[in-house]
């Protein structure tokens, strides 16, 4: 099995959101689009897994932290965006967020979760990937987890 792992580092920064995440954004947003394109032009979709994450979500309001305002905003464990495309996944927006985007309200699960579903769109099976280390046999997921069926074309 092949994959490959695009990284673009630089995204967290917690105050002005706009000015500092707009190249980013620029610099994938296209390219992202670009290769979806071409992977459905040559009929790779269906057989090819995007995924596009980033390590943790941010709160939806400006924080005031050390006593002072900051105008950005802080990570946040409860909700974080992520997309897939293609590799089995299902077309269309799958979860939610409370109404001002603080946690997930919609399709709620840890993020093992994902890491199992991720393995099980890659043909892997999260029970049978066990190595053995300090004593005990470990999983990938470290405590195992189920697949997002939501996620599954």
């Known amino acids: 099995m092949r994959f490959i792992q695009i990284f673009s580092g630089g995204w967290d920064s917690h105050d002005f959101i706009e000015r500092a995440h707009k190249k980013r954004i620029y610099s994938v947003d ?3 689009a670009a290769l979806i394109r071409d992977l459905r032009q ?3 979709l269906d057989e090819t897994l995007v995924m596009w994450t980033g390590e943790f979500g941010r709160t939806p309001d400006n924080n005031r932290r050390g006593g002072e305002v900051a105008l950005g905003r802080d990570h ?8 897939f495309a293609g590799g089995g996944t299902r077309p269309g927006q799958v979860g939610a967020t409370d109404e001002i985007g603080n946690a997930a309200a919609e399709v709620v699960h840890p993020i093992r979760d994902v ?3 991720l393995l099980n769109l890659l043909g892997l099976d999260n ?3 066990t190595y053995f280390h300090g004593g005990r046999y470990k999983q990938l997921s470290q405590f195992g987890g189920q697949v997002i069926q939501e996620i599954l074309g």
């Open 42 to 44: 040559r009929d790779l």
């Open 76 to 83: 946040n464990a409860n909700a974080m965006a992520m997309f």
């Open 127 to 129: 029970n049978k990937l």
């Open 115 to 117: 890491h199992v579903t």
């Open 30 to 32: 296209k390219p992202i």
